[in-house]
């Protein structure tokens, strides 16, 4: 339990009070250092709002597709042996009509690089985690 609140604490901090450089790179270190914690701490939500699951579950951090920041973390859902593939999720987005729609495409990815990767078939993404950069 004191490792969650560690880990909740560390990502609050960066969210708070890093620069903009910082937070996208720190998110990816502070996934990689705090990921299982933080998963640990979702699902532990989850369970209690009668939204647990079987299936297995992971933190990894999101990547623009175009870009090469972390804008954040996301927890995929799957089974234990495509879930154990996936490196990040790639964020797609989309606007028209003056912005007035957006679609937002997640993409549970085998790797970091947005520029080359495939996508993970059969795992989805259960929980978002958004920074603000």
Known sequence: MKMKRLAVCAL??????????TKVGGI???????GESIN?????VMMKEGAGTNYATKV??????GNSG???AAQVIGDADQVAKVEAVGQLEISW???LFR???LIPMDSKNPTSFSRV?????????????
Not at 13 to 19: E, H, I, P, R, V
Not at 28 to 34: A, E, Q
Not at 121 to 133: E, L
């Open 40 to 44: 640990s701490a979702i699902n532990s």
């Open 28 to 34: 990816g270190f502070l996934v990689d250092k705090y």
């Open 12 to 21: 609050a901090s960066a969210m708070l009070f890093a620069g903009s450089v």
């Open 60 to 65: 990894v951090p999101i990547v623009s597709i």
């Open 103 to 105: 679609i937002k495409g």
């Open 121 to 133: 078939q059969g795992v989805g993404v259960s929980a978002v985690i958004d920074v603000r950069v």
């Open 70 to 72: 972390y804008i954040g």
């Open 97 to 99: 009509n003056d912005k």
